[in-house]
């Protein structure tokens, strides 16, 4: 199989969908790899690293488009490189569409094969494409949302950590899974005063017990998200309904029971968000105010860095990219319904449940996708 990647076009997006070791082992396996010139730079890696593995290096984006069989990537195609895609053409990278109907409307009009990292499965119902993001944005958000703390920054000017004789920063994170728990860790170690809350009670067990008593658990709920944001310095969203667009737990009207200068972290935003007044932003300009209340934003939060972000998602992909180019995707995913379970669109059919039931359009069932 021929298999391109060309360079991320997103605003301030850094990372690269195939690492010279990913492109190694397709190349290892019969395959042919051609990389856009540039396109690991940002990550650390040079043209040169891919071509002394075997990898083509081309001009242009549109040279990858044009030949590959599979393009794989890191972020959602832009709308440039969607009306570069083509019917029989196969789509391997992060797409977010329940809440971007623009984009699932052009990969529909296209007829691509996609097959997105975030609702790729495994057999713990965990979703491993999607964790090593995770894992690094919930470290960063903590790490964001104190520079957005800063006075400086159009934050309350609040410490993380306090000093002897001043309280620390009221943090509450919203979500206890991959994201939330990793921001705790980091907000935890930061000297943070920290409140984790889950709808699981197993889950919140399992946080009460890893952290041995350095933050508090709480069952989360409307009311016990009200009360503690009227304390947080910070709030950090940290929920997830695989595939599906992210509830909105806090409300427009709620901002105005917050501390002035207070930080919202909306790690959700690739699913629309998690807070009624977030919108994505870049890490050009990731912080805006809203009623007082700082948002930040940033909707490709582990471009930042994007050299362990880069490593971290090839380590994760790269079986599956191997599995998709050695048996094909039909193979590929009759052989594994978690694999399967990433396949959002095919010949102009929408194939994943909980898009469809966001953006209120009509699915075929992946099985019968495969027989088309």
């Known amino acids: 199989m021929l298999i391109g990647c060309p360079k991320e076009i997103k605003p301030q997006e850094f990372r690269v969908g195939l690492t010279p070791n990913?492109?190694?082992?397709?190349?290892?396996?019969?395959?042919?790899?051609?990389?856009?010139?540039?396109?690991?730079?940002?990550?650390?890696?040079?043209?040169?690293?891919?071509?002394?593995?075997?990898?083509?290096?081309?001009?242009?984006?549109?040279?990858?488009?044009?030949?590959?069989?599979?393009?794989?990537?890191v972020k959602e195609p832009q709308a440039v490189e969607r009306r570069q895609l083509r019917e029989g053409q196969l789509l391997f990278t992060y797409l977010h569409?329940?809440?971007?109907?623009?984009q699932t409307r052009d990969l529909l009009d296209s007829g691509v094969t996609a097959?997105?990292?975030?609702?790729?499965?495994?057999?713990?119902?965990?979703?491993?494409?999607?964790?090593?993001?995770?894992?690094?944005?919930?470290?960063?958000?903590?790490?964001?949302?104190?520079?957005?703390?800063?006075k400086a920054n159009g934050g309350r000017g609040v410490l993380m950590g306090g000093v002897p004789g001043v309280r620390p920063a009221n943090v509450t994170i919203i979500g206890g899974g991959v994201v939330g728990t990793a921001a705790a860790r980091v907000a935890v170690g930061m000297g943070a005063n920290v409140t984790i809350l889950d709808r699981s009670v197993p889950r919140l067990s399992y946080l009460d017990d890893i952290f041995h008593g350095?933050?508090?658990?709480?069952?989360?709920?409307?009311?016990?998200?009200?009360?503690?944001i009227t304390r947080a310095d910070?709030?950090?969203?940290?929920?997830?309904?695989?595939?599906?667009?992210?509830?909105?737990?806090?409300?427009?009207?709620q901002l105005s029971t917050m501390q002035p200068g207070a930080v919202l972290v909306d790690v959700a935003i690739d699913q629309g968000g998690c807070?009624?007044?977030?919108?994505?932003?870049?890490?050009?300009?990731?912080?805006?105010?809203?009623?007082?209340?700082?948002?930040?934003?940033?909707?490709?939060?582990?471009?930042?860095?994007?050299?362990?972000?880069t490593i971290a998602l090839g380590n994760a992909t790269l079986p599956f990219m191997l599995a998709l180019a050695n048996k094909g995707w039909r193979k590929a995913c009759e052989d594994?319904?978690?694999?399967?379970?990433?396949?959002?669109?095919?010949?102009?059919?929408?194939?994943?449940?909980a898009v469809g039931r966001a953006l209120e359009i009509d699915v075929l069932s992946p099985a019968k996708a495969l027989k088309i």
């Not at 997830?240 to 509830?247: D, K």
């Not at 007044?277 to 909707?299: I, K, L, N």
């Not at 399967?340 to 449940?353: K, P």
Request: charged share 20%; with cysteine; hydrophobic share 45%.
């Open 115 to 150: 097959i997105a990292y975030e609702t790729v499965t495994d057999r713990h119902g965990g979703l491993p494409l999607l964790a090593p993001m995770s894992e690094v944005a919930g470290r960063l958000a903590p790490q964001m949302g104190a520079w957005s703390l800063q």
């Open 22 to 73: 990913a492109a190694l082992e397709a190349i290892s396996h019969g395959h042919q790899v051609i990389i856009e010139t540039g396109a690991g730079a940002g990550s650390g890696f040079t043209d040169e690293d891919y071509t002394k593995i075997g990898a083509e290096i081309v001009d242009t984006a549109e040279e990858i488009f044009a030949r590959a069989e599979m393009v794989v990537k």
């Open 275 to 309: 807070f009624e007044t977030s919108r994505p932003t870049t890490h050009a300009e990731p912080v805006y105010e809203v009623d007082g209340v700082m948002h930040y934003c940033v909707a490709n939060m582990p471009g930042a860095v994007a050299r362990t972000s």
């Open 336 to 353: 594994d319904p978690h694999l399967m379970e990433g396949l959002n669109t095919h010949a102009g059919h929408l194939t994943h449940y």
């Open 234 to 253: 910070m709030v950090i969203g940290a929920v997830l309904i695989p595939g599906a667009a992210a509830p909105k737990l806090i409300t427009r009207e």
């Open 97 to 102: 569409l329940a809440p971007d109907p623009s």
């Open 214 to 228: 350095r933050l508090t658990t709480q069952f989360s709920d409307a009311a016990a998200i009200a009360d503690l």
